[in-house]
């Protein structure tokens, strides 16, 4: 089984300042790694994912986040945030191969761009 | 482009009624799934389907029913509707390759009362 912790559930940030979203996540086996994104009232999209290769991915928005295998976190940053990422992200893994591709979502993240 | 329809997009109910929620996906997806989002708890996953005919549960099944009859359709099913049920409800879909990102709906807002 897996899980995910998101340990922030609310970062207030300044607009054009950087920011860094949490997560670690806890399983047996080895993961894919999401980060998905909620804008008010709406479904969820995806922002970016790590499958393999390169631990560094980027993502829409000029967001990218970093796989580190011995922390067992994914965070998701970004050098410069606008008023129009303030939205709840969410970081989700699922198992490769088979299983569904079900995927277990940490609690979120409310991110709030002020000016 | 539709993408992931849900239907409806709120509805309020009274303890012990029953209702379907209809989600249907235009992009030929093998694999759907229903979420339910509560505040504090991300989503969790309700119940899942590989393919037309096959449902699965996921990690909070009690209290509801699911039915894929035809590919592009997934249904989900309050057959009593209890004040814990009230909640956001996503339908999702995805091909069926590991990794592949899943589609969301916009949501449908329940509560019970």
């Known amino acids: 089984a897996q899980s995910v912790t998101q340990l922030d559930s609310q970062v207030p940030v300044f607009e054009e300042a950087p920011v860094e979203l949490r997560c670690n996540y806890s399983?047996?086996?080895?993961?894919?790694l999401f980060w998905y994104v909620q804008y008010p009232n709406q479904g969820l999209q995806l922002l970016l994912k790590?499958?393999?290769?390169?631990?560094l991915v980027k993502g829409i928005n000029g967001f990218e986040a970093e796989f580190n295998k011995s922390q067992t976190s994914f965070h998701l940053r970004k050098p410069s945030v606008h008023i129009s990422d303030t939205a709840e992200y969410f970081c989700?893994?699922?198992?490769?191969?088979?299983?569904?591709?079900?995927?277990?979502f940490g609690t979120g993240t409310q991110l709030k761009v002020e000016l | 482009n539709a993408g992931v329809t849900q239907t409806p997009k709120f509805r309020v109910l009274k303890t012990g009624q029953s209702m379907t929620l209809l989600c249907a996906q235009d992009m030929n997806h093998e694999y759907m799934y229903w979420y339910r989002q509560d505040p504090g708890m991300g989503l969790r996953l309700i119940h899942y389907s590989v393919g037309e005919g096959t449902t699965a549960k996921g990690e909070v099944p009690d209290g509801y029913n699911v039915s894929r009859l035809k590919k592009q359709n997934f249904l989900l099913g309050l057959e009593s509707a209890a004040p814990s049920q009230t909640s956001v409800y996503f339908c999702a879909s995805n091909r069926g390759t590991s990794g592949t990102e899943a589609f969301f709906g916009q949501g449908t807002r329940l509560t019970v009362v």
């Open positions: 989700a893994v699922s198992p490769p191969g088979g299983g569904g591709n079900k995927l277990t």
């Open positions: 399983s047996s086996v080895s993961v894919y």
């Open positions: 790590y499958l393999s290769g390169s631990t």
